[in-house]
T-cell receptor
Framework: SQTIHQWPATLVQPVGSPLSLECTVE??????LYWYRQAAGRGLQLLFY??????ISSEVPQNLSASRPQDRQFILSSKKLLLSDSGFYLC?????????FGPGTRLTVT | GENVEQHPSTLSVQEGDSAVIKCTYS??????FPWYKQELGKRPQLIID?????GEKKDQRIAVTLNKTAKHFSLHITETQPEDSAVYFC???????????FGRGTSLIVHP
């Protein structure tokens, strides 16, 4: 069966510091991969999605970037964090229509 | 692009009552409609979905209905229990797209 991992689970970072969040999927090949952000008490904001290695589409212009160096690995990065980057970051995968979320990383920027 | 409206934003019911959450969508090309349940501090979990060739789908106490003509779909939870308390999100995905559009969520509170 398929499993999706994210790490770290929680992260506290100062403003201006870099960020790297990692997501990996097991048990499937060539998944579609997604990064979402959820602010406290809010909905799901799609940040990036990828349909294959090296193929990244950005939905929202901001100081974040994404990379997919391997088929089942998706990385979210920032060179300099802003206070507004705080939130719950969710990676998701899909093979067709059905989308499944990872456990999430709770990021607090101080 | 697709636009999904979800109502109500908050729903408070007594244990044992039924709960209904409604969503409307704008893109007639949408053909896949999932519902997610997100408990506090956890990931959204896919609980039920429906495709455009089906009008209703049921799984124990939850059911989803779809009206393609009116472009709306609903989640029905019967005999609610306190553990049903969570935020529920609907979504719509156009055929051939990998990108669902989510509603803003409904916070369901079930009082014991």
């Amino acid at each position: 069966s398929q499993t999706i991992h994210q790490w770290p689970a929680t992260l506290v970072q100062p403003v201006g510091s870099p960020l790297s969040l990692e997501c990996t999927v097991e048990g499937t090949s060539n998944p579609n991969l997604y990064w979402y952000r959820q602010a406290a008490g809010r909905g799901l904001q799609l940040l990036f999605y990828s349909v294959g290695i090296g193929q990244i589409s950005s939905e929202v212009p901001q100081n974040l970037s994404a990379s997919r160096p391997q088929d089942r690995q998706f990385i979210l990065s920032s060179k300099k964090l802003l206070l507004s980057d705080s939130g719950f970051y969710l990676c998701a995968w899909s093979a067709a229509d059905e989308q499944y979320f990872g456990p999430g990383t709770r990021l607090t920027v101080t | 692009g697709e636009n999904v409206e979800q109502h109500p934003s908050t729903l408070s019911v007594q244990e044992g009552d039924s709960a209904v959450i409604k969503c409307t969508y704008s893109d007639s090309a949408s053909n896949y409609f999932p519902w997610y349940k997100q408990e506090l501090g956890k990931r959204p979990q896919l609980i039920i979905d429906i495709r455009s060739n089906v009008g209703e789908k049921k799984d124990q106490r939850i059911a989803v209905t779809l009206n393609k003509t009116a472009k709306h779909f609903s989640l029905h939870i019967t005999e609610t229990q306190p553990e049903d308390s969570a935020v529920y999100f609907c979504a719509a995905t156009p055929g051939g797209s990998y990108i669902p559009t989510f509603g803003r969520g409904t916070s369901l509170i079930v009082h014991p």
